[in-house]
């Protein structure tokens, strides 16, 4: 067994090694054909558009619970590499925390001059057409949240589901649709896939594995249908799934203060408030290390960054 801090610190050495100074140059993926047109960075300045829900403006909670946004989140780290490769960049951030597909469309969470998130991002990306440099979104979690809260059981979680995909699906192709339009087809866009907070009720028993095991596989089909609408419109997509190990209950990790737990059980008590004692959880967004294991999933996403 291992340790799980010290497995961090392993995983991320090595791929900041494997990248040659990621936190200081960027980063590229292993090689892989790259079919877009060439995008040189634009003429300064150059602006990294951030989208998405609570994640994008990365959300912790704080001393008394309350879930507020930081300074921390990936939008944050990711800009900070920019930064340092090339001046002239400068963050806006348009999340949205609880923003769901549908109020992304068409508002009604947070206030936006436009109307909603994804106008204000059409309006900001034509406005400033040719000094784009990257988009970033997150969007679709809190869409099937609902089915995963409270005492539920197994199939009332997969009539929910089955019932909420299609919705997703057809809001999903608009706003990537509209985004590709506003920004153009050179402007690289970085999608993100989910990990699973919900793993955390592992630790409540024989009912809470039970539903921590099938809401990693439902996981692991609602990511497929979001990657596969990202790739359709040129868009890459950061694997956070992958990079939280969501799909490993193998391998086995000692969690100091709670025990032994499946890897990627592990994973989401260490890098989340998940399984964090109250006030601060069980809150199910990222910590500083789960917000920096997200930015390098999305520079190792693009090559060209």
Not at 26 to 37: E, I, M, N, V, Y
Not at 162 to 171: E, F, M, W, Y
Not at 182 to 197: D, F, S
Not at 221 to 238: E, H, T
Request: charged share 15%; net charge neutral.
């Amino acid at each position: 067994m291992l340790n799980l801090r010290a497995l961090i610190e392993v995983t991320v050495a090595s791929a900041v090694l494997a990248c040659t100074g990621a936190l200081l140059a960027g980063c590229s993926s292993a090689a892989q054909h790259d079919s877009r047109p060439a995008n040189p960075l634009p003429p300064s300045p150059r602006y990294y558009v951030s989208l998405g829900d609570s994640l994008s403006q990365g959300v912790q909670p704080n001393a008394f619970g309350q879930s507020e946004p930081t300074s921390g989140g990936y939008a944050n780290k990711l800009y900070s590499v920019l930064q340092t490769r090339q001046r002239g960049w400068h963050l806006v951030k348009l999340g949205c925390s609880g923003e769901t597909t549908e109020t992304m469309i068409h508002g009604g969470i947070c206030t936006y001059g436009a109307g909603s998130q994804l106008a204000q991002a059409e309006r900001f990306l034509r406005e400033h057409r040719g000094h784009i440099g990257l988009i970033t979104i997150d969007i679709g979690a809190n869409d099937p949240n609902s089915c995963v809260i409270g005492d539920v059981q197994a199939s009332k979680i997969i009539s929910c589901m089955d019932g909420s995909v299609g919705k997703t699906t057809a809001d999903l192709h608009t706003i990537m649709r509209r985004l590709r339009a506003a920004a153009g087809r050179t402007v690289p866009i970085i999608a993100m896939n989910y990990y699973v907070p919900e793993l955390a009720g592992w630790l409540d028993g024989f009912t809470g594995q039970e539903i921590a095991a099938l809401t990693e596989r439902l996981v692991v089909g609602y990511n497929k249908i979001l990657d596969r609408i990202y790739q359709q419109y040129g868009a890459r997509v950061a694997n956070v799934f992958g990079a939280f190990h969501s799909a490993d209950f193998a391998d086995k990790v000692t969690v100091p203060g709670i025990g032994v737990l499946p890897r990627n059980v592990a994973t989401v008590c260490e890098w989340t408030w998940a399984c964090a004692r109250w006030p601060q959880g069980p809150n199910e967004h990222a910590n500083n290390v789960g917000y920096g294991v997200m930015a390098l999933a999305f520079l190792l996403a693009d090559p060209q960054l």
